[in-house]
């Protein structure tokens, strides 16, 4: 999910009229190096279903194990934003003041 916060961070601070130099840390070989580790973890999460399907045999209770964190933490993310009714802003809306 970095790349989405790092992407859409980019991009308000762009649609805010401010230069990227103004940034104290700009994230090294970016939009590269976020994409390259977002395909390399998708490509290790479908690799967690060869496991369960090794051996000409489905182990079920290996693949649930090994998914079950997708739909939880899918579920907790929709039910933070239906509970505090929270949207998304347009990019000339962010707050990007420092905290």
Do not use: N
Request: net charge positive; aromatic share 16%; hydrophobic share 45%.
């Amino acid at each position: 999910m970095e790349i989405f916060s790092v992407c859409r961070f980019r991009r308000a601070w762009s649609a805010q009229g401010r230069s990227l130099e103004e940034l104290p840390y700009r994230t090294k070989w970016f939009p590269f190096g976020p994409l390259l580790a977002m395909k390399l973890c998708a490509i290790v999460i479908a690799g967690q279903f060869i496991g369960g399907v090794s051996g000409g045999k489905v182990d079920w209770a290996f693949i649930i194990a090994s998914y079950f964190g997708l739909p939880l933490f899918l579920a907790i993310w929709l039910g933070h934003k239906w509970k505090h009714k929270t949207k998304f802003r347009k990019l000339e809306e962010c707050d990007l003041s420092p905290v």
